[in-house]
Each structure stands twice: as C-alpha cells, then as structure tokens.
C-alpha cells in the first residue's frame, strides 16, 4: 500500500510567526488518517494547504505521486473537502447546491446526488432551502457535497461539529464504509478524540505548528497501559501519601484532582488501605485502562509523568 499523501519540510509563515513548521505526514491509500491537536494547532491551515487554499511559505505537497502546485486542477478534482465550516447557498436547496457544485467541478451523473443525500440522511429535506437548516444539517450537506464527485481523498475539518449522539455514529459508520468499501482515504481532524479513536488507522498528533508524532492506532493500543485511578477530595495530601507512605513517583494529578497512578507493582487495595489509615478520604479506587485521549495528553505534555 503505498502513500497518497504526503508533506516535506511544510512550513507557513503569517505575519512573522510560524504557524506550521516542517511538517511531515504520509497518509496511508485507503486509511482513515486522524489528524489531532488543540485548537490552534496548525491542522486547519495544513489542510488549507494540501487543498491549495493557502500556499505554504516553504516546504512541498505530494498528492498521488505529483507535486502540487498552483495549476494542480486535476490533483484538485480527485479531492473532496470539508475546511473549517460549508460554505452553501442559502437561498437555494440542498439539491440545487449539489447539482450545482457537479456543474463546476465537471460531473454530470446526477445518480451520484441521490446517493450522497440518502448516504448523510438527507433524502427528506433535499428541497428544503439552506436558510432553514441547523447546523447540523449543514454539516451533513457539507459532506455529501464533498462525497459526490466520488473523491479518491476527503478531507474533513471537523465534520462532526453541530451533530447530536445520533448523528455523529451516523457519520462514524459512513467514514467507515466510504474506506473499507468506497477505498477512499479520509484525512480527519477532531477534537472528539473517542470518535478517532473509533474509526482512524493511523493518528498524527499536532501541537504549536509542529509534528508530535505519527503513529498506527494498532501501536497506540499497544503502549496504552493499565493504571489505577484515584478520586479524592485531598489529591495534595493523597499525593503526600502516594510519595513518602509508598515510594510512588510514577503517577500524575489531573487539573480536577483526580491521581493518576501509573505504578504497575502495587494493588488498588494496598493504595486504599494507606490513604485511609493516612485519614484521607477516598471517593473511589478504579483500574482502568489509559485511551487515546490519555495517549494525547502524554504527548502534549512532554511525554512524561509527572506527580
């Protein structure tokens, strides 16, 4: 399987500041590749970059096996894309703005619109004018929009903002299927990191315009390790406790007090019986497994563990 994406040395500039600092991400053919990191980490303007919407102050974009540049139109048209928000008609329907988006990219199987609705749920509302949709709706056009053209790569900048429960496990099991059954590689950003956690194939975690790391969710299950969480109304005395009572270092407390206790040698009941004997009181001890939300964490913060 080779790569359909990837990114050399991508660097932007604005104003003096770098934003994006050479960056390099090689996306997988047929993946779901998560792109993650807080807000303002530089994921929006990369992939305004990948899509040509911004041109990158140094650095090169390769995108099925061509450079990209600014005459890239056939690269562009195998693209579908969602950045930062739709920007539709609002004073037509949801039908018209998808013929009309197949008028100017040159597509004229209208079989296609029928299917892109009935794949977002919008069938019952495509004559209804955009004017009138929630922004859940929206989002859903957004994509349906995007998946028309029948892309061989979609990008998606937060497409699950506006949804409901409902329909972001909707949009879950149609990422799903437009990889394993479309073949169509999706680069995803989110801040919904249990939703990645369900759908991605590989994971690149951005923070200040730099590349952290790029990893296989099938590697970060395999590091993610078991720990013993604490919850106490006295973390400042429990991590007193935890340090000089049991010779433990290796935990963390969380901005809400909660312990992390990271220390694989010592049971939750030998923890629970000190910290009580010590008059710290304890709301719960629980063994839990650390999730790719904990993995993000980790990696924002240095890679270490601190008390």
């Given at each position: 399987m080779g790569y359909i994406l990837k990114t050399n040395n991508l660097s932007k500039i604005y104003d003096g500041n770098e934003v994006v600092s050479n960056v390099n991400i090689k996306v997988k053919e047929g993946e779901i590749y998560g792109f993650l990191g807080p807000?303002?980490?530089?994921?929006?303007?990369?992939?305004?970059?990948?899509?040509?919407?911004?041109?990158?102050?140094?650095?090169?974009?390769?995108?099925?096996?061509?450079?990209?540049?600014?005459?890239?139109?056939?690269?562009?048209?195998?693209?579908?894309?969602?950045?930062?928000?739709?920007?539709l008609y609002d004073k037509l329907t949801a039908r018209e703005n998808l013929e009309l988006h197949c008028e100017y990219m040159g597509y004229h199987d209208k079989k296609v619109i029928d299917e892109a609705l009935e794949l977002v749920n919008l069938r019952n509302v495509e004559y209804k004018l955009i004017n009138d949709f929630s922004l859940g709706m929206k989002q859903r056009l957004g994509i349906a929009r995007a998946i028309t053209t029948k892309p061989e790569l979609l990008i998606l900048d937060e497409p699950i903002n506006g949804l409901d429960p409902i329909g972001i496990k909707e949009l879950r099991n149609l990422f799903k299927?437009?990889?394993?059954?479309?073949?169509?590689?999706i680069l995803i950003s989110s801040h919904i990191l249990a939703e990645i956690e369900l759908i991605a194939d590989t994971i690149g975690v951005i923070n200040n315009g730099k590349l952290l790391e790029e990893i296989s969710m099938e590697a970060v299950k395999e590091r993610n390790t078991e720990y013993i969480e604490l919850v106490t109304n006295d973390y400042k005395k429990a991590a007193y406790v935890l340090s000089r009572n049991l010779n433990i270092s290796n935990f963390r407390v969380e901005d809400n007090g909660e312990i992390k206790i990271y220390d694989d040698n010592i049971s939750s009941n030998i923890i629970f019986k000190t910290l009580v004997l010590n008059d710290v009181e304890i709301e719960s001890v629980i063994k839990k497994k650390s999730s790719l939300e904990d993995y993000f964490l980790h990696l924002l913060n240095g890679g270490g563990i601190s008390a």
């Open positions: 807000n303002g980490a530089g994921k929006t303007t990369i992939m305004k970059m990948i899509t040509n919407l911004v041109k990158p102050t140094s650095g090169e974009i390769e995108i099925f096996g061509e450079n990209l540049t600014h005459k890239s139109y056939d690269i562009l048209k195998r693209i579908g894309s969602i950045i930062e928000y739709p920007i299927m437009l990889s394993k059954e479309y073949g169509i590689t």
